[in-house]
């Protein structure tokens, strides 16, 4: 017995689960990854299709049937970023014998027209970039304040005040706009930059308190505890500690606010004009001396487009984990 007790033990050898290496399971694994794939394909289309007409000419933009192989062309581009007059017969003679046009001059003579100077589109654009950045900047970092006072201190009627801030977000934008306008225009915040940065901030800032919430909370107590009986200061142990361990969860609700900044159109349509207008309304107003630029509106919805594209692919290492961090509760 004492022989067999000193004896070395032989090693444990841990193998995979035959249920998961059989046929079956490989087959099901293929066929979801398949169907995975063939719903993003699927959903794909339209963007796929909007990119090819965004590099159409109008006479291919509006054929039919609906051309797929085709030359492609900046025609759409040049629509969407400049001004232009139509030019008579003998302008258009003239400026046949010009040699110093450029590309983009070429172009809107081939549909006898001359560029006049740039559009508006460009400085809406921009408007969209300052608009929608700094009203998600502010919206996440107060997000970040109040969802880590909400989990971390005993707030009087805590349940009742996160119900009243979820509660901004039951509201459609068409219900309260009429009445932001008319106080917008009393106070001097219609068609203004701060106007519409106030106005996204407070929309998103319910959601950024709830989302938040949820991450902070499944950050333990003892962290921020043992950092602050090692001298830390609360806001040295929320600035060390707890920061970095949300870092995913506020890369997610970044993303969530910025698309939302950036996508809106009632509030930009009804409470803007000129000055602060976005691009989501002026896409749709592209309209060229016969009727609607369909060219341009997909190049403009293409650039529009792109900006969220990358900030997503940026951010991607941080978003899956962040979108399901929070909805792991413990047991």
Avoid at 213 to 233: L, Q, S
Wanted: proline residues 6%.
């Amino acid at each position: 017995m004492a022989n067999a007790a000193n004896a070395p033990r032989q090693k444990v050898v841990i193998s995979t689960r035959v249920d998961k290496v059989s046929t079956g399971a490989r087959l099901t694994s293929s066929f979801r990854a398949t169907i995975a794939v063939i719903v993003a394909l699927i959903m794909l289309i339209p963007v796929a299709w909007m990119a090819m007409t965004a590099f159409k000419t109008r006479p291919d933009a509006v054929a039919v049937p609906p051309k797929v192989f085709f030359e492609p062309s900046f025609e759409g581009f040049v629509s969407l970023l400049t001004s232009r007059r139509q030019l008579t017969n003998d302008e258009i003679a003239v400026y046949q014998q010009r040699t110093d046009l450029g590309w983009a001059d070429q172009i809107a003579l081939i549909r006898g027209q001359a560029i006049t100077g740039p559009s508006a589109f460009p400085r809406q654009l921009l408007n969209s970039l300052i608009i929608s950045g700094v009203s998600t900047v502010f919206s996440v970092g107060f997000g970040v304040l109040s969802a880590y006072a909400f989990s971390r201190f005993p707030v009087p009627g805590k349940d009742d005040l996160l119900f009243f801030i979820l509660s901004q977000r039951m509201l459609p934008p068409v219900v309260v706009t009429i009445p932001i306008f008319l106080m917008y225009r009393q106070v001097g915040l219609h068609d203004t930059h701060i106007g519409m940065v106030l106005l996204y901030t407070a929309f998103n800032l319910s959601f950024s308190v709830w989302l938040l919430k949820g991450f902070i909370d499944e950050i333990p107590r003892e962290y921020e505890e043992a950092a602050m009986v090692d001298g830390y200061t609360r806001l040295q142990a929320f600035r060390k500690i707890v920061l970095p361990q949300a870092t995913t969860g506020i890369a997610a609700t970044t993303v969530f606010s910025l698309i939302f900044s950036w996508n809106e159109y009632a509030f930009a349509l009804m409470l803007t004009s000129d000055a602060a207008r976005t691009a989501p309304p002026s896409i749709p107003l592209v309209l060229g001396t016969g009727g609607i630029e369909w060219a341009a509106i997909a190049a403009g919805s293409l650039a529009f487009l792109i900006p969220v594209v990358i900030i997503t692919f940026l951010l991607r290492r941080h978003l899956l984990r962040g979108v399901t961090f929070g909805a792991i509760r413990k047991g």
